[in-house]
């Protein structure tokens, strides 16, 4: 499957994005889903993941409350909808496909990545 990340840019502190992940190649409902995101100087980190059908979500603790992950599988397109960002959120996004279906907090269980979006948020 091949996965491409869009949505990012520069927002204010306090504004929100919405991310998009589109997938091509294979049907996103085999997947499990997620969002990581690797700010500059700092190891890459987990945001967010989603199970195949959406029935199961998980959140970092540090977006918790400002963050939801969606899926569309009809669309084959992974959403994340950020809200009250602030300067800390400033990263590239990466989005990740997991064969089984299930989500995980671990990056090495994903076997597809995207390119990634640049997040910038200013102060």
């Known amino acids: 499957v091949q996965l491409q990340a869009s949505g990012g840019g520069l927002v204010q502190a306090g504004g929100s994005l919405r991310l998009s992940c589109a997938a091509s190649g294979r049907t996103l409902s085999t997947y499990g889903m997620a969002w990581f995101r690797q700010a500059p100087g700092k190891e890459r980190e987990f945001v967010a993941a989603?199970?195949?059908?959406?029935?199961?979500?998980s959140y970092a603790d540090s977006v918790k409350d400002r963050f939801t992950i969606s899926r569309d599988n009809a669309k084959n397109t992974v959403y994340l909808q950020m809200n009250k960002l602030t300067p800390e959120d400033t990263a590239i996004y990466y989005c990740a496909a997991k064969p089984g279906g299930g989500g995980s907090l671990v990056g090495s269980q994903y076997h597809y990545w995207g390119q990634g979006t640049l997040v910038t948020v200013s102060s």
């Open positions: 989603i199970s195949r059908y959406g029935g199961m979500t």
